[in-house]
Nanobody
Framework: QLQASGGGLVQAGGSLRLSCAASGAIFSGNTVGWYRQAPGKQRDLVAVIANGGSTNYADSVKGRFTISRDNVKNMVYLQMNSLKAEDSAAYYC?????WGQGTLVTVSS
């Protein structure tokens, strides 16, 4: 199971840190991704991190978001800075064919 948390309401320009906790060994050796889905839109990849720590980001969040992982704690994080209204969405973590339940981020302009 994956459990995402950390969403909330924030003003534009603010920051949030999302967390994804894994039970068992879901993250072990696997790439982990954060995705987001705004109402009426498709679910898009935001950031991914490989087991070795290499990362990749959607162009829209480069320079503002940082994905990281703690393989000992089975946690993956998404630090989101300089948030914009268009970042508002439900954010999901994903690994090894397992989706977390989503955490809602709302950015007020």
């Amino acid at each position: 199971q994956l459990q995402a948390s950390g969403g909330g309401l924030v003003q534009a320009g603010g920051s949030l840190r999302l967390s994804c906790a894994a039970s068992g060994a879901i993250f072990s050796g696997n790439t982990v991704g954060w995705y987001r889905q705004a109402p009426g839109k498709q679910r898009d990849l935001v950031a991914v991190i490989a087991n070795g720590g290499s990362t990749n980001y959607a162009d829209s969040v480069k320079g503002r978001f940082t994905i990281s992982r703690d393989n000992v704690k089975n946690m993956v994080y998404l630090q989101m800075n300089s948030l914009k209204a268009e970042d508002s969405a439900a954010y999901y973590c994903y690994s090894a064919s397992v989706w977390g339940q989503g955490t809602l981020v709302t950015v007020s302009s």
